[in-house]
């Protein structure tokens, strides 16, 4: 993941804002199909707060079909980690 990639994260405390051609690379998709296929419920996002030792942390989801991608993001909103499974 390349650096400029980080500022393409921002949290306000309680929600997160990511770029659309974050999501869309992931996906293969432009942003603007992306921003369709959100609207129409094809691609769905989840958000969870890390506890314990992972506190600090937060896990954002987004589903495609069986594919999934998957940001680690630090309470500053910095990517830490990206996963993309392709389903099976």
């Known amino acids: 993941m390349g650096g400029n ?6 949290f306000d405390g309680e929600s997160f804002s990511v770029d659309a051609a974050l999501v869309a ?5 432009t942003p ?3 921003r369709s296929l959100m609207r129409r419920g094809k691609i769905v996002s ?12 937060h896990r954002l989801t987004f589903l495609y079909g069986v594919r ?4 680690l993001v630090d309470d500053a909103g910095n990517v830490i980690t ?7």
Do not use: I, N, P, Y
């Not at 690379?25 to 998709?29: D, E, H, Y």
């Not at 999934?68 to 940001?71: E, F, G, I």
């Not at 990206?82 to 099976?88: A, K, M, P, V």
């Open 82 to 88: 990206q996963e993309f499974d392709h389903g099976s």
């Open 25 to 29: 690379r992931g996906f293969g998709v």
């Open 32 to 34: 603007v199909l992306l």
């Open 46 to 57: 989840r958000c969870e707060r890390g506890m314990g030792e992972d506190a600090g942390k």
């Open 5 to 10: 990639e980080l500022a393409k994260v921002e």
């Open 68 to 71: 999934r991608l998957r940001l």
